[in-house]
DNA sequence: CGACCATTTGATATGGATCAAGCGATGTGG
DNA sequence: CCACATCGCTTGATCCATATCAAATGGTCG
């Protein structure tokens, strides 16, 4: 009834699921966050942490992107959120993962020790509040991807594409980090329907598709609208 | 296209928006949560606060119940939540709320400054490991949410029931506090999806419902394989 | 009793899923 | 360098779960 999206199963384990190597980044006085990190790279579809592992550690986007997922007991998969380089993932309040996480495309993540963090917010109260802030905004994001997922197959796809416009540096165009199958499971469609969205939004010269890859903003106002 | 399902609109306003009385409560030293709190009661379908106001209080459910929603510009609503006796609501992280907030039913509600939980807590560490503890778990509840909106009627129904269930004092009939619409908004459906869908479990011995409000549960287990 | 809701039930429509095939880019081996 | 497998994406045809529209039922209160 449903289709197995775990790309994962499909690639030869020991290859995916290891990260590169590890480069050791040791005490940074640069922010409250860096505290006892490690840059470690991962290949793309490689597994950063699972479902129900201790949430030993902190994690910080350097470079590349991440999503978080659950997998339902009969293969459907749910994206909880993309994050991007400078998004901090891995929290999820308690001291068990909820969901896991993998590498979108190489990257680099900058992983710290959850307990340095949380001992050192029993004593000082900017990281108290910085934990808390982080916090905060996924509730907020979270709310958000509610709100999303009640919505029309051209709302959604709207709404991702604006949110990804914002969340990215260039202004007239996105590159999309992910394949398609990824933003279906985001945005609760198959990966034909945001396809066929997509040509839709294209046709109607909301957009334009120089590679599956690249969206450029022909008539953000309309998409603007569609958002709602 | 979409209902207009503000059941409020169809209320006289004067009436159902007031709360009913004040009734101050003071300094109690029963818990942190009540520090400088008043009690106060609400009309079922009053307004606590809303969209986009000031958060200036954090809320607890005495008695009653609680809905947290949001409108769409065409007329959609979202129910983000429901609060029952001993829950409390009104953050989400930020200083102004996101969502609305009305009675299910009449209800009394602890209300307490922010400000004085807030300049509290950047004194006392146990306060503000309590603010982000239930940010916590305020976020572990939206994120079941999503995973739930992806899911088949039946699924999303099966859901509900237990979730409220295990939320309810009673353990084998739970008293639905909201009406059918309000759980259709919660869970992304139609009320004739909602109402179907109990009668279909009716059918199938997995609940009773001996009245609109009340359901039995019949077979438990039967539902929880629905639930995934 | 009769007005008013909330809920249920019935008939039909439809948006998105499913099933299936085609297409274009990338890579690999002969 | 080209034939050809592979993979991600698009496009087409059909189906089905849920929405929509409409009406009946039942419970509550003046």
Known sequence: MFIQTVAKQKIPYPMMLRPIGVRTV????????ELF??????????EIYGDKED?????????????????????????????????VFGFEGGDKHTFSAEAVANCLILVIKRRAIVTQA?????????????TAAELQRTQDHVMLLIKTAQERVAGFLLDMAARSPTCDEV???MPRQDIADYLGLTIETV???????????????PSARRIAFRNREALSRLRF
Do not use: C
């Open 26 to 33: 040791g005490h940074s006085t640069k922010g409250a966050v």
């Open 37 to 46: 990190g490690a840059t470690v790279p991962f290949r793309r579809n490689a």
């Open 55 to 87: 949430a030993e550690y902190l994690y910080k986007v350097v470079s590349g992107s991440v999503r978080t997922y659950k997998v339902l007991t009969d293969g459907r998969r749910q994206i909880g959120a993309f994050y991007l380089t400078g998004d």
């Open 122 to 134: 029993s004593r000082d109260l900017n990281i108290a509040r910085m934990l808390w802030t982080i």
């Open 175 to 177: 590159e999309l980090p």
């Open 195 to 209: 396809s066929r969205t997509l040509t839709q939004f294209e046709n109607s010269a909301m957009i334009a598709i």
